[in-house]
């Protein structure tokens, strides 16, 4: 669950000055509800990661040649949605690569690749085929391994280098039931 908090305080400083709206934007996605931010759609999105003080997100997408072959040496693609600057993709800078949002990937069979994230690797992400028999990444949510759908980081006020971090939260499905699972974690030691 590190992984998680340090993937909100690698946002908040990879950001840079978008960092923190003013105080009047800021209160406002304060009482709006995770829900109300853009759900990317894209065809190959593994997964994704908002968070206050803004709608810009990080998405996580197969790496695919143009015949839809995984890219085996490098299979997922982290890059930025900037919703604020009408749905721009903007590639994630070096930093943000090597510090924040970036995936280091072993390869540890056929189909099936471990992923761990270079803010925090103690917290192990799956891609591997599902039971639809396409790539997905995996993870464990309230002690079920799922299919992670997206990360929500929701931060009231702090500093720049130290966001007040109320919660976090991770949405996946059951493969099994098909069902939403959603972890909150407020505990971040």
């Given at each position: 669950?590190?992984?998680?908090?340090?993937?909100s305080?690698?946002?908040?400083?990879?950001?840079?000055?978008?960092?923190?709206?003013?105080?009047?934007?800021?209160?406002?996605?304060?009482?709006?509800?995770?829900?109300?931010f853009p759900?990317?759609?894209?065809?190959?999105?593994?997964?994704?990661?908002?968070?206050?003080?803004?709608?810009?997100?990080?998405?996580?997408e197969?790496?695919?040649?143009?015949?839809?072959r995984?890219?085996?040496?490098?299979?997922?693609?982290?890059?930025?949605?900037r919703?604020?600057?009408?749905?721009?993709?903007?590639?994630?800078?070096?930093?943000?690569?090597?510090?924040?949002?970036?995936?280091?990937?072993?390869?540890?069979?056929?189909?099936?690749?471990?992923?761990?994230?270079?803010?925090?690797?103690?917290?192990?992400?799956?891609?591997?085929?599902?039971?639809?028999?396409?790539?997905?990444?995996?993870m464990?949510?309230?002690?079920?391994?799922?299919?992670?759908?997206?990360?929500?980081?929701r931060?009231?006020?702090?500093?720049?280098?130290?966001?007040?971090?109320?919660?976090?939260?991770?949405?996946?499905t059951?493969?099994?039931?098909?069902?939403?699972?959603?972890e909150?974690?407020?505990?971040?030691?």
């Amino acid at each position: 669950m590190r992984f998680l908090l340090i993937i909100s305080l690698a946002a908040v400083f990879a950001t840079s000055t978008m960092a923190f709206a003013d105080k009047k934007n800021r209160e406002n996605l304060t009482v709006s509800a995770v829900d109300t931010f853009p759900v990317p759609k894209l065809p190959n999105l593994l997964f994704y990661i908002q968070r206050d003080p803004n709608t810009n997100t990080i998405c996580y997408e197969l790496n695919v040649d143009e015949k839809g072959r995984l890219d085996e040496d490098n299979p997922v693609h982290p890059f930025w949605i900037r919703y604020p600057e009408g749905g721009m993709r903007k590639e994630l800078n070096y930093l943000q690569r090597k510090f924040a949002y970036g995936i280091i990937v072993k390869k540890s069979g056929k189909d099936y690749f471990q992923l761990k994230s270079v803010a925090y690797a103690k917290t192990p992400l799956y891609l591997k085929k599902g039971t639809n028999n396409k790539y997905q990444v995996f993870m464990q949510i309230n002690q079920r391994q799922c299919v992670l759908t997206k990360i929500f980081v929701r931060i009231d006020g702090g500093t720049f280098w130290v966001p007040n971090v109320k919660y976090i939260e991770v949405t996946g499905t059951d493969p099994a039931t098909g069902k939403t699972v959603v972890e909150r974690i407020t505990k971040f030691s």
